[in-house]
């Protein structure tokens, strides 16, 4: 009936958009197997702010060269365009350079953008080129229309909207990502029990 004491609550720090494109889905599962567990999500705009908090595990993008902290890599990144899907039942995205007829999206703060896809794919940007940059892969999906809009993701961010056809992936070329995503602990200190129960089932969905 009443909440546990802030220690006995493990403290889990991520992005806005892992947290609540991949992370959210599957927290319930983590609930159902580990019961006992007092669990507190918290994403990293706190940091943001200037309010650091404690954390038990922070999962982090980079490219898991934390000296000071144990890491396990649990994406292997692939970066690809992605759309709604009646974009492409339309008709409107048939080869990559049909890009220049629709305004690009563009999410900020990743190591890799649309020019390294596009050179991937033979292209580059054009005068014509519209684009429109966020600072969230969550906003940059829910602008998606119709008529309006191609964002570049990564696979882990938008799998599940792919499988139930939320979103819709135009092309095969895709790029490996320089960035991945890891969960992160400090080296100085043994992990905790909880800890090492979110660890083993993290890694385990990954």
């Given amino acids: 009936l009443f909440p546990k004491g802030e220690r006995d609550v493990l403290t889990v720090r991520t992005?806005?958009?892992f947290g609540a494109l991949w992370l959210a889905q599957r927290i319930p599962?983590?609930?159902?197997?580990h019961p006992n567990v007092g669990l507190r999500i918290i994403s990293n705009v706190w940091n943001e702010?200037?309010?650091?908090?404690?954390?038990?595990?922070d999962i982090r993008y980079g490219c898991g060269d934390w000296p000071d902290r144990d890491c396990t890599q649990l994406?292997?990144?692939v970066l690809f365009p992605v759309c709604h899907p009646?974009?492409?039942?339309?008709?409107?995205?048939?080869?990559?350079?049909?890009?220049?007829?629709?305004?690009?999206i563009d999410v900020i703060g990743y190591a890799e953008g649309w020019s390294d896809w596009l050179k991937a794919a033979g292209m580059s940007f054009q005068r014509k080129t519209t684009m429109l940059g966020v600072d969230t892969t969550n906003m940059a999906f829910a602008m998606l229309r119709p008529d309006f809009g191609v964002t570049l993701t990564r696979r882990s961010l938008a799998q599940d909207r792919l499988e139930n056809g939320q979103l819709a992936q135009p092309f095969a070329c895709e790029v490996s990502a320089k960035e991945n995503v890891y969960l992160t602990l400090?080296?100085?200190t043994p992990?905790?029990?909880d800890a090492a129960a979110f660890k083993c089932w993290i890694v385990g969905h990954a």
């Fill in 191 to 193: 992990i905790h029990p």
């Fill in 86 to 104: 009646q974009m492409i039942e339309a008709g409107h995205l048939k080869v990559p350079a049909d890009l220049i007829h629709h305004t690009l």
């Fill in 75 to 77: 994406t292997r990144d």
């Fill in 29 to 33: 599962d983590f609930r159902t197997r």
């Fill in 49 to 57: 702010n200037g309010v650091e908090g404690h954390c038990d595990l």
């Fill in 15 to 17: 992005s806005i958009g």
């Fill in 186 to 188: 400090p080296n100085t």
